[in-house]
């Protein structure tokens, strides 16, 4: 599952021909580095290393986040510590959706977002707690 994943999101790119400067926060390249790991080349230049774990419990959309309180209605450990993603398609030139191993697939996780999640090491691994 995971080299199927791999193939598909090595595959999905920007056409640089198309970005403009005013884009540069927009991906150049997104693929899938290893199992647990994301790679995002942002067309600035920037690289931003996701553990596919810390994005998938980032995700935004009603059935994760209560859209009126905002609070997660995603509870961590109902997410498998293998989850990962098996496909990636692009939601015009602003966002990608995610289909997921564990069979969600509402998501939609928009550039601006990821960038900003990324830079405030948001999705960087997470760490089993020891208790």
Sequence with gaps: MAAEASRLLAHWR?????MKTADAHLPSKIE????????????DGLESLIDVRALRLA?????????WSGEAL?????????VAPIGLEPVGRY????NWSDGHN??????????K??????????LPRIV
């Design 106 to 115: 509402t998501g939609i996780y928009p550039f601006e977002r990821l960038r």
């Design 117 to 126: 999640l990324s830079e405030d090491g948001r999705l960087d691994p997470i």
């Design 14 to 18: 920007y056409s640089p021909s198309i």
């Design 32 to 43: 899938q580095r290893d199992p647990r790991t994301l790679s995002i080349l942002w067309a």
């Design 59 to 67: 995700c935004g959309c009603a059935n994760c986040i209560d859209e």
């Design 95 to 98: 966002a990608i959706q995610i």
């Design 74 to 82: 995603l509870a961590p450990e109902n997410v498998p510590a293998d």
